[in-house]
């Protein structure tokens, strides 16, 4: 969750007036002044206004130590032993860099940094201009964390050409494999032969190099020292962040909206480029076939030729990956279960419809209920009359009850969350009045944020439907139902475990240079359920557990570095709801049976094969023995296929004010068709559906 407006006082005024208008510079030095100026703001708006400072000492020092040479080179095809010897004795002086504004271990590292990246330029030409021995037994081990640096130029060599092989491996084996398909459909098609093709993927994998290094030689200083300023910034937990100002720029259309794409959210996981989020309405989520976890190893546009984006910027990543609304890119895509797949996406802008509330009704055993959709907490403080999910959520729920639903599901699966306001007003349709959340600020007491409205929209059966990547507001408001007692919340082991706020500050307040030096996004508060324990990497645990895909892996807060710990407050005075009559037997009910089904047992079989191909990180480089693993791994693939072909005999059908609508809108007509079918195919709504019918207020509560 950000905030975009944040008051945050440091230092006296004066203070900081005066010692940044009497800032001087060694004329001698080659760094910028602007450098200095900012290393200085930033230690001291972290150590004075962050949520969790931490203390800028030697252990601090060695951490951004690791981090920015990690994020410089990290698959160590760069740097030396040597290099690394040299840099250590900074290891333990950073610290005492930043407080005396001294940048001679940034202009160190990035001075060689730029020469080993000159001399890897000088011989990757050479290495892809002769053929490679695909018969010879080797591998390459994309684990760089097991990898050592290189002791001298040949081993880096080796290293490059490892590298490379394998790019060219890869599209070797997709050019073998198209030749195959165009063979099957003309049977008269001549084929081109290995040698051919062989020399067509170096090529390619060549142009694809000049691309690489041209972008990197044009980064310029400013862009490196930015990722040293983050290197400092993200020590104190993964959501704090420096944005220069032109990536402040780019974060400003993003908030408001404006970018067009493929709707997701990438995170740069060691050399890769990491799909963590998509985003409801957009078109990655709308196609279907991009998941949480894929890595995106090349980008297509449309029939080019598809650039390897693996060891790209994440920033030059993103651009090849965004562009104008109505045309395509491909995405070769690495599975989680080891698999490689294009997928196609034609661009477009996020639809808004797609991320507002939306219901539907189910007829289950004679008997009726109403299952509500809630991609995010979504609301616009610049306009009064714009719609927000508050209100949507109570009309939606008074629609359901004029068509005597028994029964509520409410479905915050890969909601990421949103507005803390609404999350609480959403809190409050469902119990009388009491405390919802409690916000803390660094040094103070919680606040508790109360629902104030003594009504009830909705006082029947309720089940919350979550998986591991229901974060942020989605967290506060599961976690307040079931602090309550007021529903049975069903889904995956744990939700993501965002629970803190950002605030975007603008650096430029703590100056007076006419030069504009960025902003920084920093944690500024985190959040508490109402029982004391905070949402923070624990996230909201479900009372019934659902294997899914991701059961065995670390996904979410606690896939990142640094997240801030999961600690505890005083716990809020509230009262449980205690109107069910069989909640425990209700639960223990739905777990014999997830405990008895065979696609549950199918899918726990399938997150376990996943898990065993994520931490499979071993390539081969020999042709046949490539080719080999992939049709393992899509073999294996095929065993579970069953879980994607599950269907109920349940129907689901729009609300009655929706079925007017449909009859004069064709698009909202077939949107709701394709989500009535997914609901109908969804084994965690039948499993939802069997936990709500069974839920039953006591009597004197009806």
């Keep these: 969750m950000t905030i975009r407006k944040f008051k945050l006082v440091l230092l006296p005024i004066l203070f900081v007036f005066s010692l940044f208008t009497s800032f001087q510079i060694n004329a001698n030095t080659t760094t910028n002044p602007k450098d200095k100026l900012l290393i200085t703001i930033l230690r001291y708006v972290l150590t004075e206004g962050h949520y969790k400072p931490q203390k800028i000492d030697d252990a601090f020092s060695e951490k951004v130590y690791r981090s920015f040479l990690k994020g410089l080179d990290p698959s160590k095809r760069y740097f030396l032993q040597s290099d690394i010897d040299e840099f250590s004795k900074y290891k333990t002086q950073i610290d005492d860099q930043i407080n005396s504004e001294d940048l001679s271990f940034f202009v160190l590292v990035y001075d060689r940094f730029k020469q080993r990246v000159q001399e890897s330029e000088s011989f990757y030409k050479q290495l892809l201009a002769h053929k490679f021995n695909f018969d010879k037994n080797e591998i390459i081990n994309l684990d760089y964390k097991?990898?050592?640096?290189?002791?001298?130029?040949?081993?880096?060599?080796?290293?490059?050409?490892?590298?490379?092989?394998?790019?060219?491996?890869?599209?070797?084996?997709?050019?073998?494999?198209?030749?195959?398909?165009?063979?099957?459909?003309?049977?008269?098609?001549?084929?081109?032969?290995?040698?051919?093709?062989?020399?067509?993927?170096?090529?390619?994998?060549?142009?694809?190099?000049?691309d690489y290094f041209q972008r990197v030689d044009e980064l310029t200083y400013s862009d490196w020292f930015s990722s040293y300023i983050n290197s400092i910034a993200e020590e104190f937990d993964p959501h704090t962040t420096y944005f220069d100002p032109s990536v402040k720029k780019r974060f400003d259309i993003s908030m408001a909206g404006k970018l067009e794409g493929i709707g997701a959210r990438l995170q740069k996981k060691n050399d890769y480029t990491k799909v963590v989020e998509l985003i409801s309405g957009g078109p990655a989520w709308k196609q279907g076939e991009l998941e949480v976890g894929d890595l995106i190893l090349k980008?297509?546009?449309?029939?080019?030729?598809?650039?390897?984006?693996?060891?790209?910027?994440?920033?030059?990543?993103?651009?090849?990956?965004?562009?104008?609304?109505?045309?395509?890119?491909?995405?070769?895509?690495?599975?989680?279960?080891?698999?490689?797949?294009?997928?196609?996406?034609?661009?477009?802008?996020?639809?808004?419809?797609?991320?507002?509330?939306?219901?539907?009704?189910?007829?289950?055993?004679?008997?009726?209920?109403?299952?509500?959709?809630?991609?995010?907490?979504?609301?616009?403080?610049d306009e009064k009359n714009f719609r927000n999910s508050a209100t949507d959520m109570a009309q939606e729920i008074e629609r359901l009850k004029?068509?005597?639903?028994?029964?509520?599901?409410?479905?915050?699966?890969?909601?990421?969350?949103?507005?803390?306001?609404?999350?609480?007003?959403?809190?409050g349709l469902f119990i009388n009045k009491g405390p919802i959340v409690q916000v803390k600020y660094r040094d103070r007491l919680?606040?508790?944020?109360?629902?104030?409205?003594?009504?009830?929209?909705?006082?029947?059966?309720?089940?919350?439907?979550?998986?591991?990547?229901?974060?942020?507001?989605?967290?506060?408001?599961?976690?307040?139902?079931?602090?309550?007692g007021r529903a049975v919340i069903i889904g995956g082991k744990q939700t993501?475990?965002?629970?803190?706020?950002?605030?975007?500050?603008?650096?430029?307040?703590?100056?007076?240079?006419?030069?504009?030096?960025?902003?920084?996004?920093?944690?500024?508060?985190?959040?508490?359920?109402?029982?004391?324990?905070?949402?923070?990497?624990?996230?909201?645990?479900?009372?019934?557990?659902?294997?899914?895909?991701?059961?065995?892996?670390?996904?979410?807060?606690?896939?990142?570095?640094?997240?801030?710990k999961f600690d505890k407050v005083k716990q809020a005075d509230y009262t449980l709801w205690n109107n069910y009559e069989n909640f425990s037997q209700t639960i223990n009910q739905s777990k014999k049976r997830i405990?008895?089904?065979?696609?549950?047992?199918?899918?726990?079989?399938?997150?376990?094969?996943?898990?065993?191909?994520?931490?499979?990180?071993?390539?081969?480089?020999?042709?046949?023995?490539?080719?080999?693993?992939?049709?393992?791994?899509?073999?294996?693939?095929?065993?579970?296929?069953?879980?994607?072909?599950?269907?109920?005999?349940?129907?689901?059908?729009?609300?009655?004010?929706?079925?007017?609508?449909?009859?004069?809108?064709?698009?909202?007509?077939?949107?709701?068709?394709?989500?009535?079918?997914?609901?109908?195919?969804?084994?965690?709504?039948?499993?939802?559906?069997?936990?709500?019918?069974?839920?039953?207020?006591?009597?004197?509560?009806?």
């Excluded at 599901?409 to 959403?426: M, P, V």
């Design 146 to 210: 097991k990898r050592l640096y290189t002791k001298n130029s040949n081993e880096r060599i080796d290293v490059w050409r490892k590298q490379l092989k394998f790019n060219v491996l890869s599209r070797l084996y997709d050019k073998i494999t198209a030749e195959n398909d165009k063979k099957k459909e003309d049977k008269t098609y001549q084929m081109k032969s290995f040698d051919v093709l062989e020399k067509e993927a170096r090529e390619a994998t060549l142009e694809n190099m000049n």
């Design 299 to 381: 980008v297509a546009q449309g029939n080019e030729e598809p650039v390897d984006i693996v060891g790209m910027r994440l920033d030059d990543a993103i651009e090849f990956i965004k562009g104008k609304k109505g045309t395509e890119v491909k995405l070769t895509i690495k599975k989680l279960d080891g698999t490689i797949k294009v997928i196609s996406i034609i661009r477009d802008v996020v639809e808004l419809e797609e991320t507002f509330v939306k219901s539907s009704i189910v007829k289950k055993d004679g008997r009726t209920f109403g299952v509500i959709d809630l991609p995010k907490f979504y609301i616009d403080f």
């Design 402 to 427: 004029k068509e005597n639903v028994e029964g509520l599901i409410l479905d915050l699966r890969n909601n990421g969350g949103g507005s803390l306001k609404t999350a609480i007003e959403i809190s």
């Design 446 to 484: 919680p606040n508790v944020k109360k629902d104030i409205d003594p009504r009830i929209q909705w006082n029947g059966p309720l089940v919350v439907l979550v998986n591991e990547l229901s974060a942020s507001a989605s967290e506060i408001f599961a976690a307040a139902m079931q602090d309550y």
């Design 496 to 564: 993501y475990g965002k629970g803190t706020v950002q605030s975007v500050l603008d650096l430029n307040r703590y100056h007076n240079l006419k030069e504009d030096i960025g902003a920084l996004k920093m944690t500024i508060q985190k959040f508490y359920r109402i029982n004391g324990g905070s949402t923070q990497l624990e996230g909201v645990h479900s009372d019934i557990i659902l294997p899914d895909r991701y059961s065995y892996m670390n996904i979410g807060e606690r896939d990142l570095e640094n997240p801030l």
């Design 595 to 702: 405990a008895n089904n065979n696609y549950f047992k199918l899918i726990d079989q399938n997150a376990k094969w996943l898990k065993k191909s994520q931490d499979d990180t071993v390539i081969y480089l020999n042709y046949k023995a490539y080719k080999k693993d992939l049709e393992y791994h899509k073999n294996q693939s095929l065993k579970y296929k069953a879980i994607g072909d599950y269907t109920t005999n349940l129907t689901y059908t729009s609300p009655l004010y929706e079925k007017t609508l449909l009859q004069n809108d064709s698009d909202l007509a077939e949107k709701r068709e394709a989500w009535h079918k997914n609901l109908k195919n969804d084994i965690y709504i039948e499993e939802a559906l069997n936990v709500l019918s069974e839920l039953k207020i006591k009597p004197e509560y009806q």
